[in-house]
């Protein structure tokens, strides 16, 4: 049977355009037409290789059919490309350097932050423990009651011996040191309270910074960037409570935010606030809602400036609407008048939304009068109700302070050197404190006879001989430009502030010392004796009372430096 004729085949291929057409050469083979077309892609890749350009080559335009690149030009083009991206990315080897030690330093820092796994009382942060030391000891918990309480896994709610001595109002310090409490039990020191927070600038977190009114520039941490790292900052201000009658807090949240820009502090907010009153709590508790995104909230301040209390305000305000802030009230950490009560980093469970909220041990400053004093002596220095400015001379006195000494207490003395006839100072701070004043003549006799006595504290014989006296000295010279308003304020660290004004006694005779009245800038010369460690600062005048609305001014901005400045709110 003859076989059938084989079918046609077609072939389809896509469309493309059509190469030029090339009249071969009679006496070419196939092998040289090969050879002529890889011999001029060689060329066309190492043209391209070599190149002045030094970015990478880009890569060969895809197509079809004869105009498609080839395999090897593809290969050699991804290796060029990334060769050209390794060159980039070479960091020499101090960066390197500098890089590694960077995550060392971060991981040394980590490492300090208390496990997870530790168990720590709730109410001062304290690593519980159930030996080595005695019953009101920071952390001791007795043996049974550690057992029970593990058994059931109800150790987070175990408050330590110490704890339960401050709640019942002994006075039990624990900080010894560089900024530490002389006298008292010293378990702890300054020093590794401060390593304690060095893992913050490492952390991804919202900082919370307080600073007390009454001691504004003793406990502002001018150096908060080395806890807090990048981390953004919102600024609150607590016992706003404290301040004297009738004070304008537009006034005075102008002033603080004028010295936060002074001090170079980039923060979010500034918040006015009382912890007893619930002034300016709401305000906070929304900054930090809308801010801490999910991350970590850290209470951060110095020594009593009162951020427990603050804690429990927040609890308290957002138990209303919070059903986890409603629980962890329950368990809050302890208030205490003793400066030093948290010794360690305290977690509590406080926002529904995710994120805790950390208290922390308070930063203890060496420069502070709480530093230098005897720890019995400690809530001396703590105002307990509205401040009441103690003015010398008084209006009724036609006393001059002209050569003459104010000791308040025993840690303060004051060398009045050149003053007006009507030059009045204004002490603002706690009432536990008697001012004293005497002739400059016969100071120094009066301090060693009345120190311990009179002056106090220190408090007693005993502690009066052990008292390192007054040896700190410091030289003012305040000038002043306008009659009608303070020329400026002298804080003392720890302590509080004193109002200095020109003419602040109010005249006798309208019609006399028209000369003094129209002498305008002047100078006044004032001595100020501290204990050594002790820092005095001169400030701008913290408008404080009813008239501090008619003399204080608000600074004159431009559109853009009042965008700038962080907003203040109460």
Sequence with gaps: MACPCPRPLFLSFPKSPAPPLAVPAKHHSNSATSVSLLSSRARAVSASSNAPSPSPP???TDGVGPAAPTRGEVHLGRQLAAAAAAGARVRAPEEDAEKGRRRKEKRKALAK?????????YGCGAPLHTGGGEEGSPGYVDPATYDLKKRHNQLRTVLCGRCKLLSHGHMVTAVGGHGGYPGGK????????REKLSYLRHEKALIVKLVDVVDFNGSFLARIRDFAGANPIVLVITKVDLLPRDTDLNCVGDWVVESVVRKKLNVLSVHLTSSKSLVGITGVISEIQQEKKARDVYILGSANVGKSAFISAMLKT?????????AAQKYKPIQSAVPGTTLGPIQIEAFLGGGKLYDTPGVHLHHRQAAVIHADDLPSLAPQSRLKGRCFPANDTDIELSGNTLFWG????????KALPRTRLTFYGPKK???????????DEFYKREVGVTLTPPTGQERAEGWCGLEGVRELKIKYEELDRPASDIAISGLGWITVEPLGVPSSDP???IEEENSGIGELHLTVHIPKPVEVFVRSPLPVGKAASQWYRYQELTEAEEELRPKWHY
């Design 433 to 443: 404190l008697n001012i004293n004043m005497v002739p400059t003549t016969g100071a």
């Design 186 to 193: 010293q378990i702890v020191t300054a020093e590794e309270l």
């Design 113 to 121: 932050k208390t496990p997870s796994g530790v168990s720590c009382c």
């Design 410 to 417: 025993g840690l303060v003395r004051i060398d009045v050197v």
């Design 318 to 326: 957002m138990a209303y609407k919070d059903p986890v802030a409603a």
């Design 511 to 513: 019609d006399g010392s």
């Design 58 to 60: 880009a890569p060969p």
